[in-house]
């Protein structure tokens, strides 16, 4: 599937900081450098192993408009289109510092244990970014993987670009835990 590739601005000259606080542990915004104009493909992986069966865990993360609840980032999530459950439904997360994270859902498979999704509009350094999280049964209970695809914009390196990401999906996944118990 090939995604709409939207650039927006992150901070205007002059702005000082760029740090994004979108995990709520102040992760650095990736800094400008010296990077081509080409953007870059990159991918993350992040998981987690819980002692809870898989079905529970899932009920945890189940829901596409109810992040809040799991992930210490994330203060609400605004439904403006679809069910939360159907491709096509597009969520507004906010982070607790105010940011806008616009997504849709690609897929959800309920029989699976897993969704996809990708960012629409966002101020992070990504473009294409196209997530899936999924739930698997392990003998000790389930395993979480959170994963990705995305584009690095220009100006941003490699490295950083994953570190925030990676930062995202670690804060969420390692709050898992104390959520399902």
């Known amino acids: 599937?090939?995604?709409?590739?939207?650039?927006?601005?992150?901070?205007?000259?002059?702005?000082?900081?760029?740090?994004v606080q979108a995990v709520g542990l102040g992760l650095l915004m990736a800094s400008t450098v010296a990077a081509s104009a080409t953007e870059r493909a990159v991918s993350v992986v992040e998981t987690v192993q819980l002692a809870a069966a898989p079905t529970k865990t899932w009920a945890a993360i189940k829901d596409f408009t109810t992040w809040q609840a799991w992930h210490p980032a994330f203060a609400t999530t605004d439904l403006v289109r679809g069910d939360g459950h159907t491709q096509g439904s597009v969520r507004v997360l906010i982070t607790k510092d105010g940011g806008k994270f616009t997504e849709?859902?690609?897929?959800?498979?309920?029989?699976?244990?897993?969704?996809q999704y990708r960012i629409i509009d966002s101020p992070a350094p990504v473009a294409d970014y196209v997530s899936t999280i999924e739930v698997k049964e392990t003998q000790a209970g389930s395993t979480v993987v959170w994963s990705s695809s995305f584009n690095v914009k220009a100006g941003t390196s490699e490295a950083d670009a994953k570190k925030l990401i990676s930062g995202v999906y670690r804060a969420g996944l390692d709050n898992l835990a104390s959520v399902v118990k």
């Open 1 to 19: 599937m090939k995604l709409v590739n939207q650039h927006h601005s992150i901070g205007q000259a002059g702005d000082g900081k760029r740090v």
């Open 104 to 115: 849709e859902l690609v897929s959800y498979n309920a029989a699976s244990r897993s969704y």
